[in-house]
């Protein structure tokens, strides 16, 4: 096992409690399998001509389309302040990717007071996360691109209030208070760069078992009929950039567990390989760049989170209190 891969076994450990199994993936494996070279596209005649009888033999697997893809579909949104894909199957959205800069964080054109939240119609009614899954639920309709994020238009922040943008996030101790604060950090980012790109979204990691050593995946899920899923963790990529083209971009991925969080806890006791947010999630998020732009975010800032106590800001802001 490589160093790489004990430091995020590591990382995670000292973010969730427990190991997780899904972010357990080495850069050196990851070079290994980039080395790998494909099978050469030369195929004999003989090959092709049995290739071909297969598509136009006795049988016509694709014959299904007729009446219906099954999917998956990941219902893609794109949106003045955010784009997002959603998770049919889990209610959630997979990722949400927004954009910040020092313009546009400066504008206040809108107030959050004016802003509801609302299911998102582009999706199936039979696959939407619903306002009621949430009602008593004992969690909260976290916003994955924040509010706050987003005041340049009215009708900008509004969008960040469709159910697509929201998880099911501890209230108490993390929504309110840690994940804030790291909302808080991401903002700050653009007072050292112009330009700032982040990715959120839902894991749902394994569990090692006590009673017999197994790692097993394990989340509630809310709602009646049970329908969303409550992720046991949460990512964020962020992709700060120099302002040049063809700049240098300084990468930073950290994953967090959804749960209380002491707001003296590191933020860098949450960082990651990117490659390990990868492997957990699914997704790839710079294979387009390349090695020699890349810089490590929390080398070149100070990664630490500031505390604002949320209720202080509610007050000050005249925010209702969180609705279940």
Known sequence: MSKTTLAVIAVVSAASGAAAAAAL????????????????????????????????????????????????????????????????????????????????????????????????ESVPLKFRAKLTDYFRSGYDRGHQVPAADAKFTQEAMNETFYLTNMCPQVGDGFNRDYWFHFEDFCRRLTKTYPSVRIVTGPLYLPRRDPTDGKWRVSYEVIGSPPSVAVPTHFYKVIFAEDGKTGGNVSLGAFVLPNARIPNDKPLTDFEVPIEAVERASGLEFAEKLPLGRRKRLCAEVNCSIIV????????????????W
């Open 25 to 120: 993936y080495s850069s050196s494996e990851r070079t290994r399998i980039s080395q790998v070279k494909p099978a050469s596209s030369s195929a004999s005649p003989d090959t092709r001509r049995a290739s071909k009888a297969l598509l136009t033999g006795p049988v016509d697997p694709a014959g299904l389309f007729q009446y219906g893809f099954p999917g998956p579909v990941n219902d893609l949104a794109t949106r003045h302040s955010l784009v997002s894909s959603f998770d049919r199957r889990l209610r959630n959205p997979t990722w949400v990717a927004e954009h910040i800069t020092p313009e546009s964080l400066a504008l206040n054109n809108a107030d959050r007071k004016h802003s509801a939240f609302v299911e998102d």
């Open 308 to 323: 604002r106590q949320f209720e202080d800001r509610r007050r000050t802001k005249g925010l209702p209190s969180p609705r």
